[in-house]
């Protein structure tokens, strides 16, 4: 099955500065990556997603880089502010007839230092 | 536009006893998965079910077990519960086939005593 390691598991960044989340990916045939932010106590948060058919996708401050070849994904999040602190969970999926169950890594705790 | 809900929002039980949660998906979702998060931890794929039909199964045990019915709201059930089984239980609603944007609930928070 897939395996999603996630790194680092915690990340302390100043306010302004740029924040990198990086994930890796065991099954060639995953094709869809979203990452999620979730909130002590709160529910999971679709922030972002990218298929495998597109190398980048940017939202605003968010971004998400996708390399097939290696197998790896990244979020980008630029001119970080104090409610960008959560936790972030990268996942991967295979998409087809309905079956997209995720993997998720475990997580990485953003900090950021006002 | 009601989101994904879930009930109970929190439950405790003892060990050996049974446990039946409940999730209604966003209104046009036709797929609904289950998730376990241990606290510190991701989300741990249990379940997904698509148009009634079981479509998926995580690494979990018999003791765990799903159905969705024609209005494409979900039970899962737990049996024989244990003190591992403590954690915030996710359910997740998505449209199914090639979109799969997948819009959680905000759980249900079992402690096994």
């Known amino acids: 099955g897939e395996n999603v390691e996630q790194h680092p598991s915690t990340l302390s960044v100043q306010e302004g500065d740029s924040a990198v989340i990086k994930c890796t990916y065991s099954?060639?045939?995953?094709?869809?990556f979203p990452w999620y932010k979730q909130e002590l106590g709160k529910r999971p948060q679709l922030i972002i997603d990218?298929?495998?058919?597109?190398g980048e996708k940017k939202d605003q401050r968010i971004a998400v880089t996708l390399n097939k070849t290696a197998k790896h994904f990244s979020l980008h999040i630029t001119e970080t502010q104090p409610e960008d602190s959560a936790v972030y969970f990268c996942?991967?999926?295979?998409?087809?007839?309905?079956?997209?169950?995720?993997?998720f890594g475990k997580g990485t705790h953003l900090i950021i230092q006002p | 536009d009601a989101g994904v809900t879930q009930s109970p929002t929190h439950l405790i039980k003892t060990r050996g006893q049974h446990v039946t949660l409940r999730c209604s998906p966003i209104s046009g979702h036709k797929s609904v998965s289950w998730y376990q998060q241990v606290l510190g931890q991701g989300p741990q794929f249990i379940f997904q079910y698509y148009e009634k039909e079981e479509r998926g199964r995580g690494n979990f045990p018999d003791r765990f077990s799903a159905r969705q019915f024609p209005n494409y709201s979900s039970e899962l059930n737990v049996n024989a519960l244990l003190l591992g089984d403590s954690a915030l239980y996710l359910c997740?609603?998505?449209?199914?086939?090639?979109?799969?944007?997948?819009?959680f609930g905000q759980g249900t928070r079992l402690t096994v005593v």
């Open positions: 099954d060639s045939a995953s094709n869809y």
């Open positions: 990218i298929r495998s058919n597109v």
């Open positions: 996942a991967a999926s295979f998409s087809g007839g309905g079956a997209d169950g995720l993997t």
């Open positions: 997740a609603s998505s449209r199914g086939g090639m979109n799969t944007e997948a819009f």
